[in-house]
């Protein structure tokens, strides 16, 4: 205060005074602790939490199938995907078609979290028959963390195969068949053929049923000048 005195004009000196004076009554002191020894038990406290850790959450995935027909083609597909709970996770999905004809498969082998399977088979003589073609599917993954395979199991699906022998004629502008005798079964195949496109047909078709949904392959068995009465094999 002394040196604060000296370094300031009495009447400043005396105004100073009182303006503290007056404030005094509002101000209030904190001890600040000693920073030597609150460090030591600051780093002790720190470092004596108890560990926390997470909990283990159980590994899930989700599988798909699905089959397709395009032209003579019959496409299947198989997907393990297991990415939503862990990158970690070590999956395999595998396909295989079995028709009258033969057969076509695929397989990933042990892979990544999501793997697929592509298979396709293309429609032979053999398979214009009533029969049924079989898709079996594989799915599996594998969980390092836990140790454990949490999927991994195998679905067949049957295709039930009619064989239809009908006649069938070109609708113009298109590139489509229709058939001469109309009974809801293959009543309108894609052109199998390729331009110019034959007017009128007998032909043999494969109706397969697909998840309920009905895909025609058709394949020609003599070409005709009109449409006839009845169908060989309706």
């Not at 599917?137 to 594998?142: G, I």
């Not at 963390?145 to 070109?170: H, K, N």
Request: negative net charge.
């Amino acid at each position: 205060m002394s040196q604060l005195e000296g370094a300031m004009t009495p009447l400043g000196y005396a105004k100073f005074i009182a303006y503290a004076q007056s404030e005094k009554s509002r101000v209030k002191l904190f001890e600040l602790p000693n920073m030597t020894q609150q460090r030591a038990s600051l780093l002790d406290r720190i470092f004596s939490l108890p560990a926390v850790r997470a909990q283990g959450m159980t590994p899930y995935g989700t599988t798909y199938r699905s089959q397709s027909l395009a032209g003579t083609v019959l496409y299947a597909s198989a997907v393990t995907d297991s990415s939503a709970s862990c990158s970690c996770h070590q999956s395999s999905a595998s396909v295989t078609i079995s028709a009258p004809g033969g057969t076509a498969s695929n397989s990933t082998g042990l892979g990544g979290a999501y793997e697929v399977a592509d298979a396709q088979y293309s429609l032979t003589d053999a398979d214009f028959t009533d029969s049924t073609i079989g898709v079996n599917n594989t799915f599996y993954s594998y969980c390092p963390i836990a140790g454990v395979a949490f999927i991994d199991f195998s679905i067949e699906d049957w295709l039930p195969l009619r064989y239809i022998q009908a006649y069938y004629y070109y609708y113009q502008g298109s590139e489509v068949y229709h058939r001469c005798n109309p009974n809801g079964h293959c009543d309108v195949v894609s052109a199998w053929t390729s331009a110019p496109f034959p007017n009128y047909l007998l032909a043999n078709v494969a109706e397969i049923s697909i998840a309920g949904v009905y895909a025609c392959a058709g394949k020609t068995e003599d070409f005709v000048g009109r449409c006839y009465s009845p169908d060989p094999k309706p």
